[in-house]
């Protein structure tokens, strides 16, 4: 089992940043692929970034949904088994809740394919 909790969501106006956290409970967390998926008003659940893990690399493999990239930055710190989304030149479309979520393996677009989430955090950009 592996217990998320998500934070750093917020309030912020249009162009501004964010970097949201996620804290995963178990020691293993260098074994589980990490991602960011978002929930906006009246819409699907929808993928954002993702991270490998990395086995014995010390580089991992990012993706992103074509909508975040060159904006939205993910990272993750084994140490502190902790996954980072750096979210720069924020857009009032970017509003909706994040959530984190975890998955042993390759890592996926999928959301279906996770086993482990948080609870959400909100981020509310305004125009």
């Known amino acids: 089992q592996v217990q998320l909790v998500e934070s750093g969501g917020g309030l912020v106006q249009a162009g501004g940043s964010l970097r949201l956290s996620c804290a995963a409970s178990?020691?293993?967390?260098?074994?589980?692929?990490m991602g960011w998926f978002r929930q906006g008003p009246g819409k699907d659940r929808e993928f954002v970034a993702a991270?490998?893990?990395?086995?014995?690399?010390?580089?991992?493999?990012?993706y992103y949904a074509e909508s975040v990239k060159g904006r939205l930055t993910i990272s993750r710190d084994n140490a502190k088994n902790t996954v980072y989304l750096q979210m720069n030149s924020l857009k009032p479309e970017d509003t909706a809740v994040y959530y984190c979520?975890?998955?042993?393996?390759?890592?996926?677009?999928?959301?279906?394919?996770?086993?482990?989430w948080g609870q959400g955090t909100q981020v509310t950009v305004s125009s």
């Open positions: 991270i490998s893990w990395s086995g014995t690399s010390t580089s991992y493999a990012e």
């Open positions: 178990r020691r293993t967390f260098s074994t589980y692929a």
């Open positions: 979520a975890a998955r042993a393996g390759a890592v996926s677009w999928s959301a279906g394919s996770y086993d482990y």
